[in-house]
Structures are given as structure tokens and as C-alpha cells.
């Protein structure tokens, strides 16, 4: 992913049901699932910062979560605000485009 071009979204929007869509520059479209992504939230609050261990469970996280607002972070990220009252990660541009869950992305 060394073009700049790949990490750099056009547009973020909610999806239909439990969904996050992001359209990238290039053309690619993710669409990452609500619950998907908090799981995958890296803040100290859910990843040990000295172990990497994963301090958030899966069963601690609502299954009808959902975006309750998403702020801009500098020209690199979003911080999201979700349902569940978490709000201190920060989701990189790359980092999103790294957990892309699409068959493409994936292989």
C-alpha cells in the first residue's frame, strides 16, 4: 500500500443495517460491519499498550452498535463515537484500508 492514493477516502457514510462504507480514492469501497470495527479498535482502552493483548471482548461489545458520530482527525484518521459510550480510538486512514474485510483486501 505504498500509494498515498489508496489510503485517502472521497467518502465516509453510514451504510444500510449495521454498516460503515468507505470509498477510497482509486475507486475501492469498504464496507465494514459496525461490530467489526469496534472489535478492531486499538485504543489503550482496548489493546494493552506494553502486550498488544486484547483487553475488549467480543461478547462486551452490543451486537446493534453503531456510529454515533465520527469526527475528522487530522488529514490522516476518524475517531468515532460509538453507542456503546467508547469514543478514545483513533482509526487511521491505513489502518482501515489495512482491515479492509472484502474478498480482494482479504487475500
Known sequence: MADQQ???PVEIKQGTGQ???IRWQGGH???YGCEYLRKHCRCAVCVDEWTGEKLIKADQI???IHPID???VGRYGIRINWSDGHNTGI???K???EI???ESCQK
Request: proline share 8%; glycine share 4%; hydrophobic share 40%.
Open 6 to 8: 489508496i489510503i485517502n
Open 19 to 21: 454498516n460503515l462504507v
Open 29 to 31: 469501497e469498504s464496507i
Open 62 to 64: 452490543p451486537a446493534d
Open 70 to 72: 465520527l469526527q475528522g
Open 91 to 93: 482509526y487511521t486512514f
Open 95 to 97: 489502518y482501515l484500508r
Open 100 to 102: 479492509c474485510p472484502c
